[in-house]
């Protein structure tokens, strides 16, 4: 019974330790993706960053540099480095991202983060958006929600949940986290 413990822990390591792919997407509605490879080692300085964290605020702070140095990551394999925030700073490069490629390339990274165990305070929820003032004016952006046991921001409504945006700022910079209702009444840097 020992060996076959010990087989299946070995296993397990090397699987937690392995490379990891994920698909980021660019071009403005996800028209192009890249397969980016993570090595052992970036996904080990990445753990590290977030097993420092001690509680859901903390986390929060950490993960909005973790989301950056993907990014930054990922942009050393794709034209994605071209990345300028917002919708009009790329000059029309290849690699340029829109909202819904960073809402749908944040939330596949902060699966990947979550598949790991690397999140231990919060967990990746569908990407929301939000409409000011007309529908001209969309706007979405990864989410995560503090786990039912870390409750230090919940009230009645339940959990805190929050925005994950890396499209407010140029690829490889922190994503802006915000809280998720105060994001959708506009909030966020000007880009």
Not at 7 to 14: I, K, N
Not at 17 to 36: K, M, N, P, Q, T
């Amino acid at each position: 019974m020992r060996a076959w413990l010990a087989v299946f822990l070995l296993a397990w390591a090397g699987w937690a330790a392995a490379e990891e792919r994920v698909l980021v997407c660019y071009g403005y509605g996800c028209l192009a993706e890249d397969s980016i490879r993570y090595t052992d080692g970036q996904l080990g300085t990445v753990r590290r960053m977030l097993f420092a964290a001690t509680d859901a605020e903390s986390e929060r702070r950490i993960l909005a540099d973790v989301i950056g140095l993907l990014y930054g990551w990922a942009g050393e394999q794709s034209d994605i480095a071209n990345d300028r925030a917002g919708n009009f700073n790329d000059d029309n490069r290849p690699g340029k991202m829109d909202c819904i490629d960073h809402s749908t390339s944040t939330t596949r990274l902060l699966r990947l983060l979550a598949g790991r165990g690397y999140l231990r305070w919060h967990r990746v929820l569908e990407p929301q958006v939000r409409s000011l003032a007309s529908v001209l004016f969309v706007h979405w952006s990864a989410v995560i929600e503090e786990w039912p046991g870390a409750e230090e921001t919940a009230g009645e409504a339940g959990p805190a949940r929050f925005a994950v945006d890396s499209w407010f700022v140029d690829n490889g910079y922190p994503a802006v986290i915000l809280p998720l209702e105060e994001w959708k009444k506009g909030a966020g840097p000007d880009v």
